[in-house]
């Protein structure tokens, strides 16, 4: 295949060029065809990646262009990891990161096994709890805020509907103990189908012979679903804990519409705070640094929890 | 095959012809970059008369001002040529004219024979000066702005609330003249029912993300005696940011937001502000002065329903009022720098600034706001030339941005979320501009 799409790009082109084109390896053409992606890789995510490196020992700032750069050694990730703030961002983070995993985890697989039963019209409410997930981050984040309203607000209504307390003292965005459980709720809601879809595909990879086999051996569906179900899900519940864990890491665009980091900086996410420091105070190398400790730390957990995966996978 | 050959070719000639009329026709355009806000509008209106007598025409690019610094900041760090003419934050002169970002005006200004004795003081300073009370130039007063209060004459004329008020706090309903009194209103109004709708005392900026609770807390805390630095001693901070006289100021602040804000009016700002106040939410309202002219024309809460005062007095009887505004800059970038300065100048002029001024733009030049007739011109034209008379503005310097950050988060740290008191605030306040000017090595 590959020899006659050489002979191919060979006959269109100059014959001293199609000799050479003609010469060429099977492995030499795969490179030429992948070359393009590399280089483009390269100039969007790994010269950005060392450029961040080296602008994180430094004292450069983006909006003093015409300023001498100074080399600071390692004193950017000396001031970070001694300053409070950015602990307590640390701290909210690994809040929001727990708590929106363990609520769509365990939310996520009860609706796939649900679902999974095939009941009459699951298709139908397959789709509809997929809905929240193919919005927009932007729009989730407007239209809860709307939602989450003291005055006007449906959730306020409802909640105090059910609980009898004035709507306007259900401030889920001003107030401090709730405004980090509004964005749990949200986050939760949009992206519980995620995991349900993930759970789903595990829970319909299990061979029916198994099931089937326990049956015969007069197991109990609570047994079943201890002995079988669950272990043979648990790469995939754990594929899924991952890309979420992942991507709540680093969640921006849902505190920022819902919050933008307050009351105070209750609700401030280790990458608003970024934002702020690289985008609003200009703290170039600052923030660079701040951005790879964020990396170093998100890429060394996903390691090891990737070979813990493994494992279970291999057991 | 010929046929449409032809009409391919003559196709092509046409798209190629209008597009060369085109670009020479549009070849001296002049872009104009702002916040897009009312007086953007009432600016494109005005600035068709520049391009009736010059020739040269305007386009605007104007962003929402969530988004108006980010956007203009990184389009000048960048060297980038999409303005020719700015309309800055007066915040940025600092850092634009250290970093080269505007065109010095001082031979321009003498060459036209302009004078900056010619316009407010307290606008030059703000808008146009670098450093700050020197005779260097990179701006023209463009839009005077500060921070006042509106409030619902119809509600305070009211006779039983009148009497009600009377006899609790003991002196006549109106517009407060300190602080203190304006508590006061802002508690009586709050979760009252009027015309069977429940109100509250006063709409005031707490917003966190961009500016909103800096201006909103510095406001108040000039008045209670707040001062950026030692007069004597540049950068020196202890015992100034946060004095005694301060902390108080902040925590009047944090007072008035907990008694008296609507429900879940925890980031507020401009924009809130004005829906707060447009639907009949509350008493009293905070906000810049470009605002009055569209809340006058309201249909529901304007024209004789709706009144005007000065920021209130501290206890000391200080008095001051929160600096807002821009002045306008040619972009050192501009391949069209003369024409640019050719809007400034036609900018500058007497009658242009009047017909600004009636548009519902606010003129800096003093032949306009100190003509006899001025106060009388708009319900508001007085209470905003008593405004202008006492403003303070917030750090000019290069890193205003990192200062401004600060502010916001130890503020609303403190009154928003109440974490802390007002003194911790204040002192970390000093911690954080003590760090900022270390890095700039100014300290």
Redesign the interface.
Known sequence: MLNRTAENVARATPEPLARKVRGISDKGLAWLFISPTILLLLAINIFPLFWAIYLSFT?YR?????EVVKNLGFANYQRILGDQ?IWIAMQTTAHFVFWTILLQTLIGFTLAWLIDRKFRGHAFWTTLILVPMMLSPAVVGNFWRFLY???IGLFSYVISFVSGIPP??I?M??N?ELAPWSIVIVDTWMWTPYVMLICLAGLRSIPEYIYEAAEVDRASNWRQFWSITLPMALPFIMLAVLFRGIENFKMFDMVNLL????????TEVASITLK?QA?????TGYSSAFAIILFVAVFGLANIYVKALNKVKQR | MKSSLKLALGLASAITASTAVSNVAHAEDLTLCWAAWDPANALVELSKDFTKETGIGMKFEFVPWTNYADRFLNELNSHGKLCDLIIGDSQWIGGAAENGHYVKLNDFFDKEKISMDDFVPATVVGYSEWPKNTPNYWALPAMGDVVGWTYRKDWFSKPELQKEFKEKYGWDLGPPATFDQLKQIAEFFQKRQIDGKTVYGASIYTERGSEGITMGAMDVLYSYGFQYENPKKPYEMEGFVNSPDAVKGLEFYKALYDCCTPPGASNSYMGEGVDAFKSGQVAMHMNFAFTWPGLQKDENVGGDKIGYFVNPKGPGGAQFAQLGGQGISVVSYSDKQESALKYVKWFANKDVQAKWWSLGGYSCLNAVVKDPKFPASQPYAQAFLDSMAIVKDFWAEPSYAPLLQASQKRFHDYVVAGQGSAKDALDGLVKDWTQVFQDDGKM
């Open positions: 004292n983006a909006n003093r262009p015409n703030d309203e003291p005055q306007t003292s401030q965005l001003s401090v919050t933008g980091g307050g009351p105070g900086s209750t702020r985008f609003e105070s200009w703290r």
